[in-house]
Nanobody, 123 residues
Framework: QVQLVESGGGLVQAGGSLRLSCAAT????????MGWFRQAPGKEREFVAA????????YDQDSVKGRFTISRENAKNTVHLQMNSLKPEDTAVYYC????????????????WGQGTQVTVSS
């Protein structure tokens, strides 16, 4: 079992930045591909970014390429999502996710979820 706790959400103006963090407890963190999803009001949960177990490979949704960066610190059991040049359409609840041995690029691949953190971008 893995527990995931997100932090770092909040209210920011368009063009601003936020850094989300996800702290993992439980089993060996480096055994899990990690990722971020988001869900806006009235919309389905969607993939944002994922990172491999070693951190050597990352994958991003097209709409966040060049603006968001996912990273991980295996020694601290933590994964981050640096979000720059934020837009109102980035407003959503952001969820940390973990997948055993694979990258969580789709909901069906996720084994564990965090509780979510709200990100609101004002125009």
């Amino acid at each position: 079992q893995v527990q995931l706790v997100e932090s770092g959400g909040g209210l920011v103006q368009a063009g601003g930045s936020l850094r989300l963090s996800c702290a993992a407890t439980g089993r060996t963190f480096s055994n899990y591909g990690m990722g971020w999803f988001r869900q806006a009001p009235g919309k389905e949960r969607e993939f944002v970014a994922a990172i491999s177990r070693s951190g050597s490979s990352t994958y991003d949704q097209d709409s966040v390429k060049g603006r968001f960066t996912i990273s991980r610190e295996n020694a601290k059991n933590t994964v981050h999502l640096q979000m720059n040049s934020l837009k109102p359409e980035d407003t959503a609840v952001y969820y940390c996710s973990a997948s055993t041995l694979v990258l969580p690029t789709t909901i069906s691949l996720v084994d564990y979820w965090g509780q979510g953190t709200q990100v609101t971008v004002s125009s």
